[in-house]
């Protein structure tokens, strides 16, 4: 554990009558953190970089800052992650000369629901009164797919308003569900005070379980007036 932030990085906002709340936090095995998450009055997006001597982070912050400049003009997420996926592409051909890229998950929010993309391990789940259900997943069968492979094409799936009533979307690095279980998922969500403080618990949940990677999750809620 020496030398790895306690703190976890948050981010927090309201999007199309939902409440966002994300956090990330640096793992053991590198001295920068290669996840990124970025939230905006649209919706959210997560990524995990994937490339050596740095690369994957810049990778990651690439993806992230495409993703949101799309979610923020009303684009597809499908749309966003797969333009994320050629610009990445490029800049590992063209500038870095090194292979990488990103896995990633990108959700609109807005009336009618969540419309999500996801390429590669980043997961998405549904954590209610009757458990945990993940939601929307890469195609099996891609094992290795990633953005900037120049061959993968995001997987988009909807998730309609009625279906989120009494439920928390969770989206998540493989830094997080490789290493927490359903229930101590469930007990963190719906114990803690805030969403916030839930994404907060969440993260140092997975550092506890002896997670090494970089974690970080983003959560989500229909508002309560709305």
Do not use: K
Not at 98 to 120: K, N
């Amino acid at each position: 554990m020496s030398g790895v932030a306690a703190t976890p990085e948050l981010h927090a906002a309201r999007a199309g009558g939902f409440e966002v709340a994300a956090a990330t936090l640096r793992g053991a095995r590198r001295e920068v953190n290669e996840d990124r998450v970025s939230v905006c009055g649209r919706g959210f997006c997560v990524f995990d970089g994937i490339g050596g001597c740095g690369a994957g982070e810049v990778f990651a912050e690439l993806a992230a800052n495409r993703v949101r400049r799309g979610l923020l003009g009303g684009e597809d997420p499908g749309r966003a992650l797969a333009g994320a996926s050629r610009d990445l592409a490029s800049l590992g051909r063209e500038v870095l000369r090194s292979p990488g890229g990103a896995t990633g998950c990108a959700c609109a929010l807005g009336e009618g629901g969540c419309r999500l993309a996801v390429l590669g391990d980043v997961r998405v789940f549904l954590v209610g009164p009757g458990g945990v259900e993940e939601v929307c997943r890469d195609v099996p069968g891609l094992g290795g797919a990633y953005l900037g492979d120049g061959r993968s094409a995001p997987r988009v799936g909807l998730i309609g308003e009625r279906r989120l009533e009494a439920h928390v979307l969770l989206a998540c690095s493989d830094g997080f569900w490789r290493f927490v279980g359903a229930r101590e998922l469930a007990e963190v969500v719906r114990g803690a005070p805030t969403l916030g403080e839930a994404a907060a618990r969440l993260v140092r949940l997975a550092r506890s379980c002896a997670s090494p990677d970089d974690v970080t999750v983003a959560l989500c809620r229909p508002l309560a007036e709305s």
